[in-house]
């Protein structure tokens, strides 16, 4: 399965979730699937969508939060997986989309493929740990983990693929933090 079929299943499962999405093509996937106020998008800031989910997940307890993440943004910020166990948030989904590349910067081989993600997570904490390999097993892994008391985390393991004419999100920082802020409350 490629990445653009991940989120083809992955995307309208997203109901009125405060959603933080990883740069590259991770944000630019979901903008061009579904814009929504109540989406943050990175613009730039790699391996930081899952401090600011985090974040947004303890300031916001009754909400469920989703963090949409890429394996090269989680390897570059390994801590945060840490902290967000040790925090356990009852109401966080932590979705990584691992294609085992650096996509957005041209390919390059990330670490995913000797570190499995999963286990990472698995053994810092997080309450349930999942991994899809096939696009008709997301939407399952998906909704039992957005039933379930978290931290969750689901892998999603995709080849490289992403369609590199997809666009860009064309709101700018302000308006991206704007606008979520405003969605959340």
């Not at 943004?73 to 902290?83: I, K, P």
Request: proline share 4%; net charge negative; hydrophobic share 40%.
């Amino acid at each position: 399965m490629k990445g653009t079929e991940a989120f083809q299943e992955l995307i309208p499962l997203i109901e009125d979730e405060p959603v933080v999405h990883a740069n590259g093509f991770i944000c630019r996937e979901s903008f061009a699937l579904k814009d929504r106020e109540a989406n943050f998008y990175m613009i730039g800031s790699m391996g930081l969508a899952s401090s600011i989910g985090l974040g947004v997940a303890l300031c916001k307890p009754d909400k469920k939060v989703i963090i949409i993440d890429g394996d090269g943004n989680v390897l570059m910020a390994m801590g945060t997986l840490a902290m967000i166990a040790a925090e356990a948030p009852k109401n966080l989904i932590h979705v990584v989309i691992d294609n085992e590349v650096y996509e957005s910067t041209g390919s390059q081989r990330s670490l995913s493929n000797k570190v499995k993600l999963e286990e990472v997570a698995r053994s810092t904490g997080y309450k349930n740990v999942l991994r899809v390999e096939k696009k008709e097993e997301i939407k399952a892994a998906f909704l039992k983990l957005k039933d379930s008391e978290g931290p969750n985390f689901l892998l999603i393991k995709v080849e490289p693929g992403f369609d590199p004419a997809t666009g860009r999100v064309t709101h700018t920082p302000e308006e991206i933090t704007d606008r979520f802020m405003q969605a959340i409350g």
